[in-house]
């Protein structure tokens, strides 16, 4: 009978062991959940918290405390040594009559891809000349718990050649636009930095205006 009690609690054990290591893998898959820019920022009205990098300053409503119904463009961050080569941006879309409260993430995400839709990136968030998605398929994935789709793109600015990516993230029958931008020639150079700010962004609670992340 012992030795039946002994065996037990070994078994006990090994599915405690097992369960644990099965739930830690599954949130490892989402990515690393870090906070740790040096400049914070949150917006009360469209309820999100941006991290970025010393050297870069924020564009548009530092205070996060009052809302322009018509503006989409909330914030831009950009490099203060080089403004003009690269911009980092979070618009967000209000309710749109196309988008049904069943809406899901994928066809949201159509809508901002079908040129003649008035949610099509290029129109909505800003005309880009000579726009051109260059990602055949929605880049899906999932960063800090949320499900984004995602688009590459280039065009033309000024004359040089510009390449961008913006990631869609539904709220509630809303969504966010997070997008970044530079020249061609400096992409390799930003996109690690843009990157680490993506991984910064993340959408608060409706319950209180300091919001739950």
């Given at each position: ?192 930095i843009f990157k680490e700010m993506m ?9 209180s205006e300091q919001g739950v992340s």
């Amino acid at each position: 009978m012992q030795i039946k009690k002994v065996l037990k609690v070994v078994l006990l054990c090994c599915l405690t062991v097992i369960l644990a290591v099965s739930v830690f893998g599954c949130k490892g898959k989402e990515g690393p959940n870090k906070y740790n820019l040096p400049n914070q920022y949150q917006n009360i009205i469209y309820y999100f918290e941006q991290g970025f990098h010393e050297g870069w300053s924020l564009v548009g409503d530092e205070s996060g405390k009052y809302s322009i119904p018509e503006e989409k463009l909330v914030i831009e961050i950009k490099k203060d040594e080089d403004p003009n080569s690269a911009r980092y941006a979070v618009y967000k879309q209000k309710e749109h009559d196309d988008m049904p409260m069943t809406s899901s993430l994928r066809s949201m995400f159509a809508l901002t891809v079908n040129p003649e839709h008035d949610l099509y990136f290029n129109k909505n968030m800003g005309v880009r000349e000579g726009y051109t998605i260059t990602s055949a398929d929605p880049i899906d994935f999932i960063l800090n718990g949320n499900q984004y789709y995602s688009a590459t793109y280039t065009f033309t600015k000024d004359g040089a050649e510009w390449q961008g990516q913006y990631f869609l993230l539904p709220h509630g029958r809303q969504f966010y636009v997070v997008c970044y931008e530079s020249t061609v020639a400096t992409w390799a150079t930003y996109e690690p930095i843009f990157k680490e700010m993506m991984n910064d962004f993340r959408p608060i609670g409706f319950e209180s205006e300091q919001g739950v992340s």
